[in-house]
């Protein structure tokens, strides 16, 4: 776990790069985009242009948001965009800056995802589901990003979210599994700090979506 101060530091941090990352966004006009990957640091750091060329897509990650950061500002980060699908990644987040448990991590989710379902009646949903980390004991354990996050809450929070999408109708694609080393943490070699991914875990990641993109809406 984080001390007091070592999680003021993150919140101050992210706070700073969060709100130049939304100031960028507001510049930017892409409304003939088609699909759109909105969430938190798992969508930022995806290179979505390469992994889906051809595709008419706008990432609007934002590394370190939570479900309300992203509901706050939706308006500023997504513009114009009238999509078509909609990749949504957040709610680990939740656990660390908001202090929030898996339960309330969940609901914020759900408070996001039904504001997306009013302003985009016509979108598909797509749900990322929360990616695990590494031990506490590994080599590339980075304690800031990890930042005292469990594989069991991140489960937990999965578990609930995929209950919500069968029944409303959404789609959930399971980023989890295919993630786990075999005592069930995040693969070492696919991640620089014990949480985010590398462009080999980033391929592990578009494979998963990719079926998703071919399906007519």
Known sequence: MLTIQELQALR???NKTSSAVIEKYKKINNKDSEILFIGDSMVEYFSTSTAFAGQKISNRGVAGATSKLILDNLDDITGEIDPKKIFLSVGSNNLVLLEENPEEAALGVKKLIDELMYIYPFATIYYLSTTP??????????????????????QKINEIIKSYCNNENLVFINQYDSLLDSEGFLREDITPDGIHLNKKGYEI????????LKETC
Do not use: C, Q
């Open 12 to 14: 101050d941090m992210i």
């Open 133 to 154: 980390v590494v031990s506490t004991s590994s080599k590339v354990y980075k304690k800031l990003y990890v930042a005292g996050r469990k594989n069991e809450d991140n």
């Open 205 to 212: 990641y578009a494979s998963n979506i990719i079926p998703y």
